[in-house]
């Protein structure tokens, strides 16, 4: 069975910096698409940021410039560099990943439990 666990979250000043991690375990073939997304009270979840098994990125516009999103293959790992937070970017934010598991022949869409992260002074 693959799980995805998120790390990282937590309380920061407006301005300040966090980074989220996610790491995959379990049978895994192969992963190919990471992303995070991110869900605010109230409101739908979004695509932060998405990054290929080949390392192309995208990001939504509102993070554009602040975020940055990276991966490391050998470790079944995935990161988001959060730089200049605003109170908009609080939410809850899960990691989603496309894997093949060991057996399959195609792959599944899996998600994180998420991580909190609060901006506010």
């Known amino acids: 069975q693959v799980q995805l666990v998120e790390s990282g979250g937590g309380l920061v000043q407006p301005g300040g910096s966090l980074r989220l991690s996610c790491a995959a375990s379990?049978?895994?073939?192969?992963?190919?698409?990471m992303s995070w997304y991110r869900q605010a009270p109230g409101k739908q979840r979004e695509l932060v940021a998405g990054?290929?098994?080949?390392?192309?990125?995208n990001y939504a516009d509102s993070v554009k410039g602040r975020f940055t999103i990276s991966r490391d293959n050998a470790k079944n790992t995935v990161y988001l560099q959060m730089n200049s937070l605003k109170p908009e970017d609080t939410a809850v934010y899960y990691c989603?990943?496309?894997?093949?598991?060991?057996?399959?022949?195609?792959?599944?869409?899996?998600w994180g439990p998420g991580t909190q992260v609060t901006v506010s002074s």
């Open positions: 990054i290929t098994s080949s390392g192309n990125t």
């Open positions: 989603n990943a496309v894997i093949q598991q060991l057996g399959d022949m195609g792959s599944n869409t899996y």
């Open positions: 379990g049978s895994i073939v192969r992963i190919y698409s």
